[in-house]
C-alpha cells in the first residue's frame, strides 16, 4: 500500500551527480545547482534517517494520525512539510492540499521563505504563507505555512476537517490556544471516518509525547534520531541570578568575542524591552572593542521584527559573528545552524489572564525544564559550543515545571468560547482539551458573551454572535464596531479597531525634546482613543513614511498592518451588507457618538477616580490603578486633573497598574448603554450606588416623559 509515495519520494530527490535537466515535479522546471546545495545540507540532518518510516505511517496509519517527535534542530519544521506534499502530490492533491501551522506568525512566514528555497519553488505560487493580514497563497499553492489561530477560524467556520489533504500541526509543545483547541475539534471529527481520507502529523519535543500519544489513542511515532557527534554541551551554571541581566549578558558576550570563540551566539532573555536594551547596548560595547576581524553583527528575534527575521539566516559575509538575541519566542522554532553558543536567562515574561478580575498580570517566571533543555540543544559541539546559564542549577531542579504552561489555562477565554459556540458545540466544557480550562475561565467567559448580547436564552450563539464570531478581533471590540453601525460613526471605528489591535499607540517614552513635542501634536483632547485615530490618519497622509514614524517613536511595520487590517474589516463588513458611514472626525455629534459605539462594547472596561488624583476604581472587580505614563492625560499642563470617569481597553497588573490606552465618558451614558442587570451585578461601592441612582432618575424621567406625550415606538440600541 505505501508502494507509491514511497517510489515517488524517491523520484523527487535526485542526487548531485544526475543530470542538470532533471525537472521538479511540482512545477515542471529544471532543478537549479542551489537545489543540489541545500539537497546535500537536508540529507545531514538528523530528521533524514526517518523519512522512509515516516511516510509508510502517512499512508497507512488506521485514524490518519501520525505523532513526529523529536529534538529541537532535528530539522522537523522543514522536512515533514515537504514529504507531506510528496505524499499529496502521489495522490495527485485530488483529496486538498498540504497546510502547515505554526503557534507563532513570524515562525510562518520564516519556514515558508525557507522550505520555498529547499524545494526550489516560488514563494507565493507552489508555497505560501498565510498570517495575521498578510495572505501571500494562490490558486495553485499545494503546501501553506500558516498561523494557527487562523486556521482554527478557518476550521470554525466549517463542518468535518477543514479545506486540507494533510495536515501538519508543528511545535504542539509550544502549547498554544489554537493548537489545543484544533487537536480537541480535530479529534471529535474521527478523520477516519471522513470522506477523502484525510491526514493529519502532531509534531512535537519527546517531553509532551506520552501525553499526545495517550491523547490521540496511541498512533503510529516517529522517533527523530539525535544528532550524531557525541554528547551535546555541558551547561555552565551561575551560581546565583544577576541582579542587571542586560549588564550580565552583554559581559557574557564580550568575554565569547575577547576569546575569538567560533560560531554565533544566541541569546535568551525574558522580555522584548530586554532585548531591545541589551541589543542597543552591545551594538555599542562591540565597536570599542579591538577585535581581528569585523564587529559581531547583533540582531533582534522577536514577534515584533516581521519580514526582518530573515537576516538571522542571511550570511553577513567576510567572517562576521552574529549575536541574535531573542526570548521565549526561539525556544523550539527557529533554529540556526550557525549557533555555536547559548547564553540563557532562565526566565520568560508572559501575560496571564485572571478571570476573576478581568485583568492580564505580566508575570516573570522561571522557563520549563523542556525549554531550558531545547536551549541547551542549540550549542553545537563540534566546533566547541558552550551555554552559558545566568541562574544556580536549583532553580532549574527546584522552581521549573517539566513542560511549557498550556495557554488555554493562561488567556481571557472569551475568543475561544465564542469560536466553540460557533462551531455549535453546545457546551464548551464537553469539547476534548489536552489540558481542561479552569471551570471558573469558562463561566466568566459565558458571561462576558451574555453581557455583550452574543448569546440567546438557551446559551446557543445569538443572531449578533453570529455576526460577531465572523471578525477577528476580541468579542468586545467587535461589538464595539458593529454598534458604530447604529452611531454613525463608522469609518472612524473600523481605525480604532485597526490600531487598537495593531498598533496601539506609543510604547516608549520619548528620546529627544524634538520627539516629545511631534508627539504632543498627535494627542487628542478627547482621550486615547481619539488619539489612535489621529495617529492613523497623519500615517496615512504621509504616505505611510517610515521616517515620519521614526521621528515621533512609532513602530512603521504595526502602522502598516493596521492599514492592512482596516482594508480586511471594511471588506469584511461589506460581504456581511452591513451599513457604512462617511468620514466625520472631529465634530461634536461623531465625539458622542464614538464615545457610544466604545461603550457598547466596552462597559465591563470602566472606571471612577476616587479620590480626584488619578487612583482610579475599577467598577467589576474593586481594583485601584493608574493611568499608563504613554497616557495623553498624563501630559497635560497643571492645573489639569485627570477625567473623572474612563473607558479604558486594557488593564494589566505590574509594578504600577496600568490603564491602557483610555479615554473619558459621561456616567450617564454608560447607564443608557450598559445592560440593566450589569449594573445590578456589580460589585458593592460608592460608584455603583451612583450608578443606580442614575439608572433610577433616567426610568423616572422616562415614565414621565411617557405619560405626558403620545407613544413613540424606538429602541434605545438595537444591539443590545
Known sequence: MSSQPLRLAEEFTPRPGESELAVNPFDGLPFSSRYYELLEQRRALPIWAARFIFLEHLESSPSGVVLVSGEPGSGKSTQIPQWCAEFALARGFQKGRVTVTQPYPLAALSLAFRVADEMDLTLGHEIGYSISQEDCTGPNTMLRFCWDRLLLQEVASTRGAGDWGVLVLDEAQERSVASDLLQGLLRDAKLGHLPGEPRLVVVTDPALEPKLQAFWGNPPIVHVPREPGGSPVIPVYRDTVPIDRVEATCQAVLELCQKGAPGDVLVYLPSEEEISLCCESLSKLLETLNLPGPPPQVLPLHPGCDQAVRAVYEDIGMGAQKVVVTHWLADFSFSLPSIRHVIDSGLELRSVYNPRIRAESQVLRPIS???????????????????????????????????????????????????????????????????????????????????????????????????????????????????????????????????????PGFTRPPLCAEEAALRRQLEHADGDHS????????????????????????????????????????????????????PAFGSEQNR??????????????????????????????????????????????????????????????????????????????????????????????????????????????AAESESSSPKEFRDTCVLQ
Open 369 to 503: 525544564k523542556c525549554q531550558a533543555e531545547a536551549r541547551r540543544l542549540r550549542a553545537r559541539r563540534f566546533p566547541q559550543g558552550s551555554c552559558l546559564c545566568l541562574y544556580p542549577k536549583s532553580m532549574l531542579e527546584l522552581e521549573a515545571p517539566p513542560l511549557p504552561h498550556p495557554r488555554i489555562c493562561e488567556e481571557n477565554l472569551s475568543p475561544l468560547v465564542l469560536l466553540l459556540k460557533r462551531r455549535q458545540i453546545a457546551e464548551p466544557g464537553q469539547c476534548h482539551f489536552l489540558d481542561r480550562p479552569a471551570p471558573e475561565a469558562l463561566m466568566q467567559a459565558l458571561e462576558d458573551l451574555d453581557y455583550l448580547a452574543a448569546l440567546d436564552d438557551d446559551g446557543d450563539l445569538s443572531d449578533l454572535g453570529v455576526i460577531l464570531s465572523e471578525f477577528p478581533l476580541p468579542p468586545e471590540l467587535a461589538k464595539a464596531l458593529l454598534a458604530s453601525c447604529e452611531f454613525d460613526c463608522v469609518d472612524e471605528m473600523l481605525t480604532l479597531a485597526a490600531m487598537l489591535t495593531a498598533a
Open 531 to 582: 488619539s489612535l485615530i489621529q495617529i492613523y490618519d497623519g500615517f496615512i497622509q504621509s504616505g505611510a513614511d517610515e521616517a515620519w514614524c521614526q521621528a515621533r517613536g512609532l513602530n512603521w511595520t504595526s502602522l502598516c498592518h493596521a492599514r492592512k487590517l482596516r482594508g480586511e474589516l471594511l471588506e469584511l463588513m461589506q460581504q456581511i451588507e452591513l451599513p457604512l458611514s462617511q
Open 592 to 701: 458622542r457618538n464614538l464615545q457610544k459605539a466604545l461603550l457598547s462594547g466596552y462597559f465591563l472596561q470602566v472606571a471612577q477616580d476616587t479620590d480626584g488624583s488619578g487612583n482610579y476604581l475599577l467598577l467589576t472587580h474593586k481594583h485601584v490603578a493608574q493611568l499608563s505614563p504613554y497616557c495623553c492625560y498624563r501630559n497635560r499642563q497643571a492645573p489639569a486633573r485627570p477625567p473623572p470617569w474612563v473607558l479604558y481597553h486594557s488593564f494589566s497588573i505590574s509594578k504600577d497598574n496600568c490603564l491602557s490606552i483610555v479615554s473619558e465618558i459621561q456616567p450617564q451614558m454608560l447607564v443608557e448603554l450598559a445592560p440593566p442587570y450589569f449594573l445590578s451585578n456589580l460589585p458593592a461601592s460608592e460608584s455603583r450606588d451612583l450608578l443606580n441612582q442614575l439608572r433610577e432618575g433616567m426610568e423616572a424621567s
